[in-house]
C-alpha cells in the first residue's frame, strides 16, 4: 500500500516557458495536517527512483498518463527539491505547465512506500500520536490542484479525529485505515 503526501509549504521556486520545467519543492519535513513528518534525508531509492522518474497529476496512474518526468532531485536536511520537464506535445501536460507558469497551481505531493516508522508523542492527551517516517521509498510525485492527503486521511480516522459517523464510514469505504497503518509502525 502506497502513501500520498502533499504538503502545504512545497511551493514552485523556477519555471522555464522555452524547456517547458519547474523547479520546486516537492516535499518539506514540515509537519502535515495530521502532525505526521516525513523526513526529506529518509528516501532510500533516489537512483532507482531516477530510472523512472515518473511524474503524475494528481497521482492517478490509471486515468491520466504521466504529464511529465524528474530530471533531477535534490535531497536537503529540510526539503526536496526537484526539476520537473512537461510533456512537449501532449495538450494535458502542457496545461498543466501552464497553469503553474501563471501561478494558479502550486502545490505538490510525494506517493511514497513507507520502510521504517514510528509514533510521535502528541504532547496533547486529546490528540493521538502521529507518525514520523524516518525511512521511504519515492515512487513517484504529483503535480496536484488541492493539497489532499488520503495517508492523513486515513490515520485521522484511526486516531478517531473524524467524529461524524456518517463521514467515517464513507472514508472507511474509500481508504482502510488498518491497511494503511499495517507495517508502517515498529
Known sequence: MSLTRADPAARTLAVNPMDLTVRSVITTIDPDRGGDVVVPTGLRNADEFLLNPIVLWAHQRAQFPPIGVCEWIDIQPRRIVAQTKFARGVPFAEDVFRLYEQG???????????????????????????????????????????????????????????????????????????????????
Open 104 to 186: 494558479v497551481l502550486r502545490g505538490w505531493s510525494i506517493g511514497f512506500l513507507p520502510r521504517k516508522a514510528r509514533r510521535l508523542a502528541s504532547g496533547d492527551p486529546r490528540r493521538p500520536p502521529a507518525l514520523r517516517i524516518d525511512e521511504w521509498d519515492l515512487l513517484e510525485y504529483s503535480a496536484v490542484p488541492i493539497p489532499e492527503n488520503p495517508a492523513a486521511v486515513t490515520v485521522a480516522i484511526e486516531k478517531g479525529l473524524v467524529t461524524d459517523a456518517a463521514l467515517r464510514d464513507w472514508l472507511r469505504g474509500a481508504f482502510e485505515p488498518r491497511d494503511v497503518l499495517r507495517g508502517l509502525v515498529g
